[in-house]
């Protein structure tokens, strides 16, 4: 399973093979050269898939990604000491401060995304997901947090319309906002990881962050084959097809939770509730940006079945697939045309263009 974002490794691995990866590649033949490495970053294991790159210099890349994805992690961090916890301190004392540079990009970023999906996607929201137990890499905590400790922040009412950023000038209007970048801190971590893929002349090449993927390029002119796994756990619902500069992101109420009394309680919080987010089982999403694709998973999953499609269009989404709890999958007929389901258990409903 995977972990959180925020988990910590001390010491991570790097197994290198020429071995092609089945979940990604399906069974066509090599042409080109394929590198594999593995090592562990953001909580999760990432593999970087380099093709047409002699080895050698896809030793040298896949290092320096790896070297990438640990700076990137240590300045994110919710609550380990980092930049976003110092920057957390100093909101909550209401004062006025000057960003850390390495924060600034992905906290406008969050601004603007957050704004798009109406808040849906809120990253400010980490007062209440420290109270529901997901703030933590140890075991979780059991057992849901009394209504009224969730009532108290849902009344401060946290967004990130509360900052206020003027240059490198930060300040924000709410005390109670606490930035949480997990719904996109691993997107953001991807998009710089392809664009250093393209600086460094790979035009070919995947990243996958723990089943999120980052995609250039082509498999020996065949497009990409990524796998998105049943949210029940029971093998593969589809394989969706990549091709160019492409990002799929999954949020799925199977990453994180706990069971309490026979009631599951997983880690995406609607922050209209405070509670976990009900009605979806997970949301894929296809986007040329890794940053969007990430912030707009989480929030078409709190949108749910009923406003999914909505927030799509508000958020400029063009690819969606959103599995229900009752097993149903939505999907807008582009990324139907670009999906092979796996099975035949689920109900399908095709929606609406976007
Ligand atoms: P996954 O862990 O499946 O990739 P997400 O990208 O949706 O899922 O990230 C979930 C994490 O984002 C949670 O662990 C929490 O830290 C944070 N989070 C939970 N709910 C929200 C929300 N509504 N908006 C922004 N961040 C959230
Ligand atoms: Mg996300």
């Given at each position: 399973?995977?972990?959180?974002?925020?988990?910590?490794?001390?010491?991570?691995?790097?197994?290198?093979?020429?071995?092609?990866?089945?979940?990604?590649?399906?069974?066509?033949?090599?042409?080109?050269?394929?590198?594999?490495?593995?090592?562990?970053?953001?909580?999760?294991?990432?593999?970087?898939?380099?093709?047409?790159?002699?080895?050698?210099?896809?030793?040298?890349?896949?290092?320096?990604?790896?070297?990438?994805?640990?700076?990137?992690?240590?300045?994110?961090?919710?609550?380990?000491?980092?930049?976003?916890?110092?920057?957390?301190?100093?909101?909550?004392?209401?004062?006025?401060?000057?960003?850390?540079?390495?924060?600034?990009?992905?906290?406008?970023?969050?601004?603007?995304?957050?704004?798009?999906?109406?808040?849906?996607?809120?990253?400010?929201?980490?007062?209440?997901?420290?109270l529901?137990?997901?703030?933590?890499?140890?075991?979780?905590?059991?057992?849901?947090?009394?209504?009224?400790?969730?009532?108290?922040?849902?009344?401060?009412?946290p967004?990130?319309?509360?900052?206020?950023?003027?240059?490198?000038?930060i300040?924000?209007?709410?005390?109670?906002?606490?930035?949480?970048?997990?719904?996109?801190?691993?997107?953001?971590?991807?998009?710089?990881?392809?664009?250093r893929?393209?600086?460094?002349?790979?035009?070919?090449?995947?990243?996958?962050?723990g089943?999120?993927?980052?995609?250039i390029g082509?498999?020996?002119?065949?497009?990409?084959?990524?796998?998105?796994?049943?949210?029940?756990?029971?093998?593969?619902?589809?394989?969706?097809?990549?091709?160019?500069?492409e990002?799929?992101?999954?949020?799925?109420?199977?990453?994180?939770?706990?069971?309490?009394?026979g009631?599951t309680?997983?880690?995406?919080?609607?922050?209209?509730?405070?509670?976990?987010?009900?009605?979806?089982?997970?949301v894929?999403?296809?986007?040329?940006?890794?940053?969007?694709?990430?912030?707009?998973?989480?929030?078409?999953?709190?949108?749910?079945?009923?406003?999914?499609?909505?927030?799509?269009?508000?958020?400029?989404?063009?690819?969606?697939?959103?599995?229900?709890?009752?097993?149903?999958?939505?999907?807008?007929?582009?990324?139907?045309?670009?999906?092979?389901?796996?099975?035949?258990?689920?109900?399908?409903?095709?929606?609406?263009?976007?």
């Open positions: 399973m995977r972990k959180p974002f925020k988990s910590v490794f001390k010491k991570s691995i790097i197994i290198s093979t020429l071995l092609a990866s089945a979940l990604l590649l399906g069974a066509c033949e090599n042409k080109q050269p394929v590198y594999n490495s593995n090592f562990l970053a953001f909580g999760t294991v990432m593999k970087i898939t380099l093709v047409g790159i002699p080895r050698e210099k896809a030793e040298k890349v896949s290092a320096l990604l790896e070297s990438d994805f640990e700076k990137m992690h240590e300045m994110w961090h919710a609550w380990q000491p980092s930049p976003v916890s110092r920057v957390n301190v100093l909101i909550a004392n209401n004062e006025a401060f000057a960003s850390p540079p390495s924060l600034l990009p992905l906290l406008t970023r969050s601004i603007q995304l957050s704004e798009k999906s109406d808040h849906l996607f809120n990253p400010a929201i980490g007062h209440l997901i420290d529901w137990g997901f703030q933590n890499s140890k075991a979780l905590q059991r057992k849901p947090p009394a209504d009224d400790e969730i009532m108290r922040l849902l009344k401060a009412n967004r990130m319309s509360d900052i206020i950023v003027d240059g490198f000038h300040r924000s209007n709410n005390s109670q906002v606490r930035l949480d970048f997990g719904a996109i801190g691993k997107g953001y971590g991807v998009e710089l990881a392809i664009k893929l393209q600086e460094l002349d790979v035009k070919n090449a995947i990243v996958n962050a089943g999120d993927i980052g995609s082509s498999r020996d002119g065949h497009p990409w084959r990524i796998a998105v796994r049943s949210p029940s756990g029971q093998g593969l619902v589809a394989l969706i097809h990549a091709s160019g500069k990002s799929i992101f999954t949020s799925g109420n199977y990453e994180r939770n706990f069971v309490w009394e009631e309680f997983h880690h995406i919080i609607d922050p209209r509730t405070g509670k976990p987010a009900k009605g979806t089982a997970s894929t999403v296809i986007h040329p940006d890794a940053t969007t694709a990430d912030a707009a998973a989480t929030a078409l999953f709190v949108a749910g079945p009923t406003k999914w499609h909505e927030t799509a269009i508000k958020m400029g989404i063009k690819h969606v697939m959103m599995i229900d709890t009752d097993g149903t999958i939505h999907m807008n007929p582009a990324m139907a045309a670009r999906t092979d389901l796996q099975g035949s258990k689920h109900e399908v409903k095709i929606s609406k263009a976007l």
